[in-house]
């Protein structure tokens, strides 16, 4: 049985966790927030008190940001700037800022350990 703590030598496994998340984020929309002042995002106009939906699902298939954004393609998360954890918000599965998801944590050693279980047991024969 694979345990926790060999989850850090499946570095390739991980990849393709996160591209797994990319494409299909756990939540599409994320939790609405409120602006707090007027604002302007790409030509519009946002007024305070605004209630605002953030498309991870957009997000993480933008062609400006992603090359083939469609494409299961991990490779890129080998470079840790692509990571749900960055400042530059091209991958927020779970959120981001100070109103990420606090059970990132655990829910990315439960779906590594879960997997990794599942796929270690499967008889492909």
């Known amino acids: 049985m694979v345990e926790e703590t060999d ?3 499946l570095n ?3 990849l393709v966790i996160k591209e797994a998340m990319r494409l299909h984020p756990p939540a599409p929309l994320l939790v609405p927030r409120e602006t707090t002042e007027n604002c302007k995002i790409q030509g519009y106009n946002i007024p305070a008190k605004t209630r605002v939906f953030i498309n991870a699902k957009s997000i993480a ?3 400006r940001i ?3 954004p469609e494409e299961f393609w991990p490779e890129p998360f080998l470079d840790t700037s692509n990571d749900f954890m960055g400042k ?3 991958f927020v599965p779970f959120g981001c800022g100070r109103r990420s998801w606090p ?3 655990f829910a990315l050693v439960l779906i590594e350990l879960v997997l990794a279980n599942l796929l270690h047991c499967f ?3």
Request: aromatic share 24%; charged share 20%.
């Open 88 to 90: 530059d918000y091209k």
């Open 12 to 14: 390739y496994f991980n």
């Open 61 to 63: 298939t933008d062609p």
């Open 103 to 105: 059970g990132i944590y």
């Open 123 to 125: 008889n492909l024969n």
């Open 7 to 9: 989850l850090p030598q």
């Open 66 to 68: 992603w090359d083939n």
